[in-house]
């Protein structure tokens, strides 16, 4: 059975908590000019205050600057007017009868005000793996077709802070910090941004967000257990690998530019070709650090036999994997999946050529956490509303 926890009324701030900096989210060296600038630590000190900072906030997890032990009082007490270790607020934990934990998360304007920015994180648990897909931004701009969170306009970026932020709101609500848990099993081993938004679009703040995540005195997630999907921003591709180091996803979806067109209209300015010149070129690309391309199963669509055997030729000296993805539907879309007898033709196909091509399971679909099912649940409300009226 699912469950539906509000947590609304959990997590509360104390007044003024807004003109404070966020402590996570910001690199080594900006904390150093800030705190060099700031006067209130012995210079000499510094780099030692920011080991033990950093110890605290992503290995031990604390959520108040005041118990860092091994910090003095006075000291703590400056850093605590000036910085915040509080997370943003869950609004509602959702799990699924498969396990998967969804929270819709409440993002703040430095003002305090939410005004509807709302989030989704989910946590999908798989025998030893633990994966946690993050969103990049509050919405989409790309509409692809057969994407629920598409059909919300882009309301912003996210921050660095409110990227991080999510990890360690899952940690919190999973006790997975390293000091509660020396020895056991991590819960979150794996990291995809494959929630709401187009992670290339919001690079700068995903790339400072993804580097606290893998740096060893972070939260120490190997980058090879970290994937970045994107829906093709060519452009961009090259800096995932010069200057984040993570894994790649590319979701392609479709063999040919007429139909991709429709699927993912930014295949309008990066097409095909070009998008697979950028992945033959991706830095560091080899057997053993393959590419992955993501394909969702769309009865009539994209599913023929033809389809499958042109795939196989296009990807076949590219280092790729292949994700089969059963179309998850939401209220309104246009798509079925396709039967799975067709869905294990295609697969075979993959798999007969060579290819690793893993049907997916879609997970937390009764909870709407899915691939492609995310979206602000204010949002989603003004959206039932229409398809009711209909
Ligand atoms: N914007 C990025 C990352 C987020 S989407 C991107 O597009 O790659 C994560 C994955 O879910 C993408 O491969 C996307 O194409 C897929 N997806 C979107 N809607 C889906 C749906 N309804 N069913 C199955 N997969 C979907
Ligand atoms: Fe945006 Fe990705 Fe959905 Fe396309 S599939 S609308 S890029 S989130």
Request: positive net charge; hydrophobic residues 35%; aromatic residues 6%.
């Amino acid at each position: 059975m699912e469950q539906n926890i509000n947590l609304n009324n959990d997590i509360s701030l104390s007044e003024g908590i807004h003109n404070l900096n966020p402590l996570y989210g910001m690199s080594r060296e900006d904390l150093l000019s800030n705190l060099s600038s700031l006067d209130i630590i012995p210079n000499k000190q510094i780099p030692m205050r920011i080991k033990q900072l950093w110890n605290w906030t992503y290995v031990n997890g604390v959520d108040d600057i005041n118990s860092m032990q091994n910090i003095s009082k006075p000291i703590r007490d400056k850093l605590q007017d000036i910085y915040t270790l509080h997370r943003p607020k869950i609004v509602t934990e959702q799990k699924s009868s498969d396990g998967t934990i969804k929270w819709l998360i409440a993002l703040e304007d430095k003002l305090g005000n939410s005004s509807g920015n709302e989030i989704e994180t989910v946590y999908i648990p798989d025998g030893k793996r633990g994966t946690l897909c993050l969103s990049s931004q509050i919405g989409c701009t790309l509409n692809c077709s057969f994407c629920f969170t598409g059909t919300q306009k882009l309301v912003r970026n996210l921050s660095t802070f409110e990227i991080l932020s999510q990890i360690l709101i899952a940690r919190d609500r999973l006790d997975d910090w390293h000091k509660n848990n020396l020895n056991a099993q991590r819960k979150i081993t794996n990291i995809v941004m494959m929630g709401m938004g187009e992670p290339l679009y919001n690079f700068e703040a995903v790339k400072n967000a993804l580097l606290i995540a893998s740096d060893g005195d972070g939260l120490a997630i190997s980058k090879r257990r970290i994937t970045l999907s994107t829906s093709g921003v060519v452009p961009m591709i090259e800096r995932v690998a010069t200057e984040i180091g993570v894994m790649l996803a590319i979701s392609l979806h479709s063999v040919s530019d007429e139909v991709r067109n429709k699927l993912v209209p930014i295949n309008k300015k990066y097409p095909i070709k070009e998008l697979l010149k950028a992945c033959k070129n991706f830095p560091g690309l080899k057997n053993s650090s393959r590419i992955t391309f993501e394909y969702v199963m769309l009865k009539d669509i994209n599913d023929s036999e033809y389809d499958a055997k042109k795939l196989v030729k296009m990807l076949e000296d590219i280092p790729s994997k292949i994700n089969i993805i059963p179309f998850n539907p939401w209220p309104g879309s246009e798509y079925k999946c396709s039967d799975s007898k067709q869905i294990k033709k295609f697969a075979d196909i993959l798999n007969n050529a060579g290819f690793s091509s893993p049907i997916r399971r879609p997970r937390g679909s009764d909870i709407m956490a899915a691939c492609g099912q995310l979206k602000s649940s204010s949002e989603r409300i003004r959206s039932n509303k229409i398809i009711n009226e209909f």
